[in-house]
């Protein structure tokens, strides 16, 4: 392995070295930020020799990409692509005119901002704020594994006014993650000026104030900044290094210029600002090579190997006073006990002080070495979940919907840009929150989550299917939301009384289950609205109307044998306890229309934000109670 921080200090020819790969690595932003005309020069500058030493001397190299025992490097402030780009080019990572010449160029992978497929990018970035806490989800799991590994977070100075950046730094020091060092780009400019003009902080003191050791240092002496990071490697707690810059560094007329900050030079600026550095234009080889676009970019596997074993499952019988959320947390301790050996996939469960409302709370009596508790800091919780995942840890993040899908939206979007294992669990979903009140009362789980690509999403029936879900999930890689309401559920039963989701029943995912057949037509359903939907089929059945009950535990996959057996019927509704116009109904109806189908298709769902009161209240308010639904189908089964 690569000794980290070799010399106790940096030689002179080491020093005129950096020196010398700094002077290249600008011009080299400078030529990509030309030719794309577009990109942010002068931060790419500022942090240049931040990026030099830290890349140089850290235990990471071509090499060591994707092995467990390097260190992690978090660049924060991912619209410094060019810089990190130029560096990792340089050092042997890839191809760097490849990177330089396709840079910003549609198909590439060296995007406006970084992104994980580039080796060397440890988490793709660009929304500001995230970096710290994808940086403490790499030193949690290297400190739970026992790795030697450092985990260094590179960020710029206008991004510390985030919410998010704090809630990382007292997560950082109530686990004290003693491998941790964050490296703040100090040049004082973001877009519209002066940091302080834009908004007055006071960086220092917020990171001594949560328990952090800060050093302050010229972040362009290359000499003191090494010597500032290695001798911050002894210290036993999370470390702040303040690195003072200059935005633009190194050409004389961008220096301190905020108009740098996103905007590339012009090509008569650009080759006087090369002379500058004492190297010659390299714009119009680059040209050349951005018009032939023959490129070979480098591949970089993701997938990810599980092995878990998903325990017993256990059946709940009819009559059982149980939610669907208490199911999750007998299910996570099951999983919990059978995997205590697991270290290749262990299983991390994340709370945002929810855990008894969650029902985290017996996995962490239990297991507390693998529960973190992260307070009323969701943001922080979803993207620290997440990045803990990246190597095969079977995370879980569990949280009220408002929070862990609302709140966090843009969290979970970035966890799966960045290729996560995370298994997002949101209790308190929809009406069925009831007495809260529309605050409190996420209708907007499948709309919002339906957009973002690789999440798959499933909404169990009742306890049974739920403990079979959250078995499944946790045993297959990739990012899933689970979702449930609040109240107890009746468990489904078959047409003989016992339980549907019984010891033989197995979830797959995407397949629907036909819970009472129709003649008359079918209720597609889905969540707390299927135990409604199965008591209006066997009370309407005694009348002679024979409506068939569909449980769409997938809501936003196509289930093509399910559907086409309620279209055969010709009379459909979608009936779910979601905004009408983005949940169920509109995969159904999209089904529908693509498909040029007759039939009669009603959607019932949420239509405006609830109140206070109990579910049965607040659904026969919206017109979901057993009753409005067997009026409206009786009005058209007779028509």
């Not at 400078?30 to 990109?39: I, N």
């Not at 308190?428 to 339906?450: M, N």
Request: aromatic letters at 10%.
């Amino acid at each position: 392995m690569k000794k980290r921080f070799p010399f106790e200090s940096l030689p002179k020819d080491e020093i005129e070295k950096l020196k010398q790969f700094s002077n290249l690595c600008k011009r080299d932003v400078l030529t990509m930020t030309t030719l794309a005309k577009s990109g942010h020069p002068g931060g790419s500058m500022s942090a240049m020799e931040i990026y030099n030493v830290v890349f140089h001397y850290a235990c990471v190299g071509p090499d060591m990409v994707d092995n467990p025992e390097r260190d992690k490097i978090v660049v924060s402030f991912g619209h410094t692509s060019p810089g990190v780009y130029a560096v990792l080019g340089r050092l042997g990572f890839f191809d760097l005119d490849t990177a330089i010449a396709s840079f910003r160029q549609a198909g590439s992978i060296f995007e406006g901002h970084i992104v994980r497929k580039v080796p060397g990018v440890e988490w793709g970035t660009g929304n500001l704020g995230q970096g710290l806490s994808a940086g403490c989800g790499y030193a949690l799991i290297d400190k739970l594994r026992g790795r030697d590994c450092f985990t260094f977070v590179l960020m710029s100075d206008g991004e510390q006014t985030k919410g998010q950046v704090g809630e990382a730094r007292r997560f950082a020091f109530k686990y004290n993650l003693d491998r941790l060092r964050v490296i703040i780009d100090y040049n004082k400019i973001q877009i519209s000026g002066c940091i302080h003009d834009i908004m007055p902080m006071n960086i220092k003191d917020n990171y001594i104030a949560d328990g952090w050791d800060v050093f302050e240092v010229d972040g362009h002496d290359i000499e003191k900044l090494y010597a500032t990071i290695k001798n911050t490697l002894q210290i036993k707690k999370p470390v702040c290094i303040i690195a003072h810059t200059i935005m633009g560094k190194g050409v004389s007329f961008m220096e301190g210029n905020c108009l740098y900050h996103g905007k590339p030079l012009g090509e008569e600026d650009y080759v006087r600002a090369v002379k500058e550095l004492g190297l010659e234009s390299e714009i119009e080889r680059y040209k050349e090579l951005r018009k032939k676009k023959q490129y070979s970019f480098p591949q970089r596997n993701f997938d990810l190997k599980i092995s878990i074993n998903e325990g017993t499952p256990r059946t709940y019988e009819p009559g059982t006073k149980i939610d669907n959320r208490t199911a999750f947390g007998n299910a996570l301790l099951d999983l919990g006990q059978a995997n205590k050996e697991n270290k290749q996939n262990p299983i991390i469960v994340f709370d945002c002080d929810l855990a008894s409302s969650v029902k985290t709370d017996i996995f962490a009596k239990n297991f507390p070495e693998r529960f973190f508790q992260c307070g009323v800091q969701e943001h922080h919780a979803a993207t620290v979940s997440g990045a803990a995942s990246v190597d095969g840890a079977v995370s879980f993040f569990a949280d009220f919907g408002v929070f862990g899908v609302d709140e966090t939206f843009n969290q979970q979007r970035l966890n799966d840009q960045n290729y996560t294992n995370l298994k997002i669990i949101c209790t308190h979903l929809g009406l069925d929150v009831g007495e809260d009140g529309k605050t409190h009362q996420c209708i907007d789980y499948v709309g919002l989550f339906r957009n973002i690509f690789g999440i798959k999403l499933i909404i169990p029936a009742d306890p049974n299917q739920t403990d079979r879900v959250i078995r499944y999930v946790a045993a297959r890689p990739g990012n899933y939301f689970v979702g449930m309401g609040r109240s107890n559920t009746p468990i489904i039963t078959n047409v003989e009384g016992k339980p549907f989701f019984d010891e033989n029943y197995r979830f797959e995912y995407g397949k629907a289950d036909i819970l009472r057949e129709g003649k008359h037509g079918f209720i597609f359903t889905m969540g707390a609205l299927v135990p409604r939907a199965v008591t209006i089929s066997d009370q309407l059945k005694q009348e002679g109307i024979e409506i068939g009950v569909i449980n769409y535990s997938c809501p936003v996959t196509i289930d093509e044998h399910a559907l086409n057996k309620g279209i055969e019927t010709g009379f459909i509704i979608s009936y779910e306890d979601h905004v009408v116009d983005s949940g169920l109904g509109v995969t159904i109806a999209s089904y529908i229309a693509e498909n040029r189908k007759s039939v009669k298709f009603y959607r019932f769902g949420i239509k405006k934000y609830g109140s206070s009161g109990t579910p049965d209240e607040l659904y026969a308010e919206h017109g979901l109670d057993v009753d409005s639904i067997k009026d409206f189908i009786r009005k058209m089964i007779r028509i």
